[in-house]
């Protein structure tokens, strides 16, 4: 069990440390992408220019 100790520290800490726990964490692009194709581009194209739901690079371009 080497997860538990992290998540009573999430758990038991202030809601400013728990912010810092999140921002401290690391992206993962590869790890993103799968989870893109297989939960998101069905709607959204491969592309991320939209289909069924709206385009998400006409959403970030706006900011
Ligand atoms: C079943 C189709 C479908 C799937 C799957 C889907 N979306 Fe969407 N998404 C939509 C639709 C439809 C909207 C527009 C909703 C609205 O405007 O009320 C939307 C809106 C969005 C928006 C807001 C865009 C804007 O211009 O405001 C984002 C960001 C988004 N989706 C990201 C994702 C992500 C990330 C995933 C995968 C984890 C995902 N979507 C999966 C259909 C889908």
Do not use: N
């Amino acid at each position: 069990m080497k997860v538990l100790p992290l998540f009573l520290m999430i758990g038991c800490a202030s809601e400013a440390d728990r912010a810092q726990a999140i921002l401290d964490l690391t992206g993962d692009p590869a790890a993103g992408e799968t989870t893109y194709t297989q939960q998101c581009s069905a709607c959204h194209a491969a592309d991320g220019t939209g289909g069924t739901g709206p385009s998400l690079v006409a959403a970030y371009a706006e900011g």
